[in-house]
């Protein structure tokens, strides 16, 4: 009877071990799942490189939260010219990009280029080009990168850089030569005059620049990092600098680096 108890209790805390033991991985991997369901997407830059393609990264997914609110960016807000010698962080041009151009409401219709972005643009044209001269940004190598805003990389043109030849190209404006990097915009016209015409030309496009160019200036703020928008530069200078294609015009460049006085 004894013997026959203590086999009935070492069986039942065996069975009670086994259940402890399931109810344990069970709720681990319950919280993985959940942990990985809430993440973003991409929590760090992740870099594609074979032989037959040109340099990728994909870009940390951009953060929807921020510290500072809106109405105290836009008081803030100023074009800022002096630049320290620190790096910008993947994570901080990826915010400023997505800011610029990012997509915000996917859509499969090619017309619209990949989706609804975070600045309006005429008719959905989407008429802007936007490169990234990385000079100082951990994590990516130097050189100058053509932002993709379908999802959401930078793909590598020029592999050296350039951020001399581009200040020599804008009348010598040294803070291009200092910032980590500089955003660059280029325009393609005939999206928006296809549809549009000389309206397209003499109006939408600058207004498209304007609204893109504009969250750059309240994101850097935000992130408490400076930039200028640029508009005076050499156009055949900067486009052979940068190596852009012939169809595309040259509209602005906008450094981003960490600001002296912050
Ligand atoms: C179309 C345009 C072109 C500009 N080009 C330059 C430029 O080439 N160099 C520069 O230092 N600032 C340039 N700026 C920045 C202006 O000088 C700046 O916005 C103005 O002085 C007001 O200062 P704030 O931006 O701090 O309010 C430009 C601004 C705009 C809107």
């Known amino acids: 009877m004894i013997i026959f108890t203590h086999v009935k209790t070492t069986m039942m805390n065996r069975l009670f071990r086994i259940g402890s033991a399931i109810a344990v991985i069970t709720t681990l991997f319950m919280s993985a799942a959940c942990s990985l369901k809430s993440k973003p997407k991409n929590q760090n830059t992740i870099m594609i ?8 990264y994909e870009l940390p997914s951009p953060s929807t939260k921020g510290e500072i609110s809106l109405e105290e960016t836009l008081a803030n807000r100023r074009s800022r010219r002096t630049y320290t010698e620190e790096s910008i962080t993947a994570r901080e041009l990826s915010q400023i990009l997505w800011a610029a151009y990012g997509i915000t409401k996917p859509a499969d219709n090619p017309r619209f280029m990949g989706g609804l972005r975070t600045a309006p643009s005429s008719g959905a044209t989407y008429p802007l080009n936007i490169y990234v001269l990385a ?3 951990s994590g990516i190598d130097p050189g100058v990168y053509r932002y993709v805003a379908e999802g959401h990389r930078i793909v590598r043109v020029i592999d050296r850089d350039l951020r001399d030849d581009l200040c020599t190209a804008a009348m010598n404006q040294e803070m291009i030569r200092k910032a980590a990097a500089s955003l660059f915009y280029s325009a393609t016209y005939s999206r928006t005059t296809e549809r549009y015409g000389t309206r397209g030309s003499e109006r939408y496009v600058c207004m498209d620049l304007g609204h893109s160019a504009q969250h750059v200036y309240l994101e850097a703020e935000a992130l408490h990092l400076g930039t200028c928008a640029i508009g005076a530069f050499t156009d055949s200078e900067v486009k ?3 190596q852009i294609p012939e169809e595309e015009t040259p509209l602005y460049i906008m450094p981003v680096g960490k600001y002296t006085g912050r």
């Not at 490189?49 to 990728?56: D, H, I, P, R, V």
């Open 240 to 242: 052979r600098v940068m």
């Open 135 to 137: 000079g100082n940004v």
């Open 49 to 56: 490189k074979n032989e037959s393609e040109a340099l990728t």
